[in-house]
């Protein structure tokens, strides 16, 4: 079976996250690369206490929407300089390292050389500074599970802004101060439309010529189901 390429149109959230899902609960063994924005918006993992994540006051304020992923991982901030990426294929054929060498390989495209930060991070080597970060989760134990691999890549976001909407808990602004946190990410000042293009072409490059869809290859249905939950106050405030 060929592999997939969804590149979404929305940026709302809700949306995003639901064709998500229902790409993910549909795959039925197939590889998909999904490339998709959010428009100002903070996303917490799965496990995280909004309250304690972020301001939500601020948030309010400046029309910045909440929304909680069901990957785990710490909250990050989305505007429109910010393209996220998932990588969906079943347990046994899912690789971190072979996902992160696409991205690292796109970037490297436009001269950038890439560093691992982290576990699920992704740095510019010059510097070490953070403009990639990622989560993860598995519907099952078994080998043909789906699972997904999904993140963040920062091209032009408002990193000033990341900092007012995000509030880590204070042991961490005690151990890193907000102009480190401030410093410790980095936007790569790359167009988002060549850095998708890029990152497109080394994943062909890596598993084939590829079939191209919109976000209409979700599942209508579920993708309004699955948004009902994920925009839900239930939702968006369990721990």
Known sequence: MKPLIVTGTSSDPYHNLAVEETLLKTSCGRRILYL????????????????????????EEDGVKL???????????HDMGNMNFTFIAPRGLLSVDEDFEIISEAVKAFGIETCRTGNNDLGVASTGAKFSGSAFYQSGPDENSPCFHHGTILCSCDIDKMVQYLTPPSNKLERHGVQSVRARVTNLSLEIRDVKESIIKEFEKRFGEADRAGEEAADPSMVETAMKRLSSQEWLFSI
């Open 36 to 59: 998709w924005q959010n428009e100002k918006t903070v996303v917490i993992g799965r496990h995280q206490d909004a309250k304690a994540e972020c301001d939500l006051t601020k948030m």
């Open 67 to 77: 929304s909680k992923r069901i990957s785990g991982g710490g909250a990050v901030y």
